[in-house]
Structures are given as structure tokens and as C-alpha cells.
């Protein structure tokens, strides 16, 4: 349990990759002096001593800045600790670190079939969940993990131009498909190959270069929240769920029968899985075996029924629950 002693708790729910939103909803709770002035993280201070943040999860996917987005959470969280300001995981978060630990040589059908149906509601196609454009629908968020390459200024400005490009003719193709109802987040996938691709739908003559772009972005995403990365370790110490002043946060939802010894097992037993001595697996192995975990990133049960809600709170032996997914 966070904060007995709080008076005030904000909360800000899915950011997905809007760096921009996230600065401006911070910066309207007043919480942070200097943020506004856009002067060095270490020169932040923390206005209201009885007060508290916590972000919902879902940082990444749909936008086109989720390493803006969540670098900037990250940053909160670092600069002011846990006691000011936490941040939870979502099912976004939760998908792609089962995502990053997909050997390449497994290849992701193999790797995410037998956890895709069972635990995060996925068709088992086989594909990561970065591939769903409905669920990743803006390539520019790829495309931000890049690190432009340095020295020749010919060769800087031609891999320039190409992102460009690519970016522009998938943004035209995936608004050609939306305005046209033609889209369906199974046969239309941001893969670089297969028949399914988003590939079919840009002109013949630029195939080559978009499928060499997204590729490469991709490979850049996923390398960008490794294990190793100041990103990708900071999204393996977040936990599903926190308690905060007599409340508790999910993204999803939470069991009726739920008590907080379960969420705090939970919380440990995906911090185990996430370990850098843990096996890859690890975490979809969990998610297989405990569906429960579903329910506090993806569930939305708790939402229809106002009999669950008084249940959960009665288990858990809170006065509210807050959730970030509401949809």
C-alpha cells in the first residue's frame, strides 16, 4: 500500500504513444514544477507533497511516439520514485515483452500460438501483436526506435528519404483501407511478407523498398525494449496492479473473488518471469498458466456489472478501483 497519508491521486490512463498528450495531462495536474519550462528532468521538483500519479498503462501501439511516451513515464517514474509516481502495465506492455523474447529463429508462429487464445484474447495466427495494425496502426512508432546512421551525408540523406517514403505510403494504404471498409485486423497485418501483409496494398514499384523499411524498423522496436535497454528494463519492474490511498489500479479489471495477497503474488510471479537469469519463455509461459492474469490487463467484465465491483471491493478491501482500459 502506497500513500495512507494522500490526499490527492491523479491518474491518467492509455497515453498510447502520444508523447504530446502526456506531457500536457501532467502538466495540467500541477504536480511538477519546471516541466512546463521544458528544462532538465533533474531540475523537476515535485509541487503537492500529498499527492500522487499513477499512469494506467498502455504507453506504446496506435500513436507514433511510443519511445517519446514512454521514456518521458519513465523518466516521471525515476525521477520522483514509486511513492510519487507509479506506472502499471497494460495488455500493450504486456504483449510486447512476450514479443521481444521471440527468438528469430523460432520464428513468432511457434512462439506465440500456444499462449495467443488462452491468455491475451489473440486469433492464433502466430504473429506478434506488434503486426496487428489494429493494435499497432501507426508504422511511425517503429520507425521512432531507429537510430540514424552517422558520417556520410549522402548515405544519411537517402535512408532519410526512404523512411519518408515508406512511412507515407503505408499511412496512404492504411487510410485507403479504413475509409474504404476493407480493413480486418486478421488478413491485414504490418509484416513485411506473407500473404496477409500490408505489403499488398502499396504500389508494385515500392514493395521492395517499404518491406526493407518496416523490417528494419521493426527489428529497431523490438531491440529498443530489449532486456538490456534502459527501456526495456524499466518495463520489467512494472507491476500489473498497485494499491494507492485505499485504492487499487488495473488496466483490465480484477476477479470478484480477488483479495490483494493474490495481486501481490501476481505482481511477483511476473517480476520472476521478467528476471534477466529468467528463461525467454518465461512470461508466456506464466501468462498460459495463469488466466487470471488476463483479467487485470485485458478483462472488461468488471465494467458491466456493478454486483462485481462491490464483490471485488469487499475481496480486496478497498473503497474504489480504478481501471485504464475502459472500451
Known sequence: MIGDALSTVWAIGDLHADAHCARAWVR??????????????????????????????DYVDKGPYARSTLNFVRTLNERFGDERVQAILGNHEVNLLVDRATPQAMGAERARASACALVLGLSCTGHRYLNYAYAAAHPA??????????????????????????????LKALDHLYVTGAYDPQSVLM??????????????????LVASELAR?????????????????????????????GLVFVHGGVHPTATAAELDEINAAVARS???????????????????????VED????????????????????RIAVGSSH
Open 141 to 170: 512508432q517503429y520507425a521512432e526506435w531507429t537510430v540514424q546512421r552517422q558520417g556520410n551525408v549522402t548515405a544519411v540523406a537517402e535512408e532519410t528519404a526512404n523512411m519518408r517514403q515508406a512511412l507515407d505510403l503505408l
Open 274 to 296: 521478467l528476471l534477466p537469469q529468467a528463461d525467454l519463455a518465461a512470461l508466456g509461459k506464466l501468462l498460459q498458466q495463469r488466466p487470471e492474469i488476463r483479467e487485470l
Open 217 to 245: 524498423w521493426q527489428a529497431a522496436y523490438l531491440r529498443g525494449v530489449g532486456p538490456s535497454t534502459p527501456e526495456g528494463a524499466w518495463l520489467s519492474r512494472r507491476p500489473l496492479t498497485v494499491r494507492v490511498a
Open 300 to 319: 472488461r467484465r468488471l465494467h458491466k456489472s456493478c454486483d462485481r465491483v462491490l464483490r471485488a471491493l469487499a475481496s480486496l478491501n478497498v473503497t
Open 28 to 57: 495540467r495536474t500541477g504536480l511538477i514544477d519546471g516541466l512546463h519550462q521544458n528544462v532538465s528532468p533533474e531540475k523537476w521538483d515535485w509541487a503537492e507533497p500529498a499527492s500522487t500519479l499513477v499512469f494506467m498503462g
Open 191 to 208: 509484416t513485411p511478407s506473407g500473404r496477409a501483409s500490408i505489403l499488398h496494398h502499396i504500389p508494385v514499384a515500392q514493395r521492395s
